[in-house]
T-cell receptor, first 115, second 114 residues
């Protein structure tokens, strides 16, 4: 059982470039999330989805976009990368609403550097 | 909106010392509470969770936490830490109206010296 899989693990971007972080889960969870982690700041929610075709903004959505065409996949797109987007990004899924308290299952993380 | 506060940014202990990490949340309604651990270079892993019942919750690796509703607290404890407990610890909360979104505290770095 793979759980939550993110790619790539590392990426260096130049200012103004765009890229997509891929995330897929095989646990049939309805809820999926993208967080960014910065030192001393905890994790901040970027976007989330409660099911295929439904997404909504989190706490720090500016500069990002998401889509959810299937239950399994929840890619995060960075448009016009900026140094402020240098961070570690975590995708997570949850069985919230499916008899679960909503613990998150995290991917391995994607370390992005924008130069 | 809910928020979570962890009192200590960095805690340094010697092996066999007891550990208590503070966590307070702000939300007036029913909450689910979590502690996650992140070992260096790794993703977050669930240590324990509280969603109902006994307010004293036991988790993996000898950790436990106590939910005190009147104090809006969910402190993490371990009677005797090991060098392998060196990691960053995050407290988090969600509510039934939050679509499962977890709000995280800032994290506490624990360093255990052998």
């Amino acid at each position: 059982n793979a759980g939550v899989t993110q790619t790539p693990k590392f990426r260096i971007l130049k200012i103004g470039q765009s890229m997509t972080l891929q995330c897929t889960q095989d646990m049939n969870h309805n809820y999926m999330y993208w967080y960014r982690q910065d030192p001393g700041m905890g994790l901040k929610l970027i976007y989330y989805s409660v099911g295929a075709g439904i997404t909504d903004k989190g706490e720090v959505p500016n500069g990002y976009n998401v889509s959810r065409s299937t239950t399994e996949d929840f890619p995060l797109r960075l448009e016009l990368a900026a140094p402020s987007q240098t961070s570690v990004y975590f995708c997570a899924s949850s069985a919230f609403g499916q008899g679960s308290a909503g613990e998150l299952f995290f991917g391995e993380g994607s370390r992005l550097t924008v130069l | 909106a809910q928020s979570v506060s962890q009192h200590n940014h960095h805690v340094i202990l010697s092996e066999a010392a007891s550990l208590e990490l503070g966590c307070n949340y702000s939300y007036g309604g029913t909450v689910n509470l979590f502690w996650y651990v992140q070992y260096p270079g790794q993703h977050l892993q669930l240590l324990l969770k509280y969603f109902s019942g006994d307010p004293l919750v036991k988790g993996i690796k000898g950790f436990e936490a106590e939910f005190i509703k009147s104090k809006f607290s969910f402190n993490l404890r371990k009677p005797s830490v090991q060098w392998s407990d060196t990691a960053e610890y995050f407290c988090a909360v969600n509510t039934y109206t939050s679509y499962g979104k977890l709000t995280f505290g800032q994290g506490t770095i624990l360093t255990v010296h052998p």
